[in-house]
């Protein structure tokens, strides 16, 4: 009779350890379901920002475009590209875009 109680004692065990893991892998589920929900949200994100970023940036070279030919911007006030100029004029040009110039 002393071994049934020993078999009992060791199937209860053996049920608890199994519920214990059950209920692990049901809370790694979960969590993995949150990551992937989020990971889905920074897609879409991502891809809204690019969006904007390429309206934004069609927006600028449009203006430009528009202001540079139509004399709005004296050609002369527009700089070389940087790497077009001197170093110590490209030194000149970023001190003037920090300080809020016409560089910018």
């Known amino acids: 009779m002393s071994w049934l109680v020993a078999l009992m004692a060791i199937i209860m065990g053996t049920v608890v350890l199994i519920r214990k893991m059950e ?3 049901q809370q790694r589920g979960k969590v993995q379901q949150e990551v992937w929900q989020r990971l889905e949200l920074l897609e879409a994100t991502q891809k809204e920002m690019l969006k904007r970023i390429e309206h934004l940036e069609a927006i600028v070279v449009s203006e430009m475009w528009d202001a ?6 004296p050609r002369k006030s527009l700089s070389p590209p940087m790497e077009q100029q001197t170093p110590a004029a490209q030194v000149a040009e970023m001190a003037r875009r ?4 016409s560089g910018s």
């Open 68 to 73: 540079f030919h139509t004399e709005d911007i």
């Open 23 to 25: 209920l692990q892998a």
């Open 98 to 101: 920090l300080e809020g110039g």
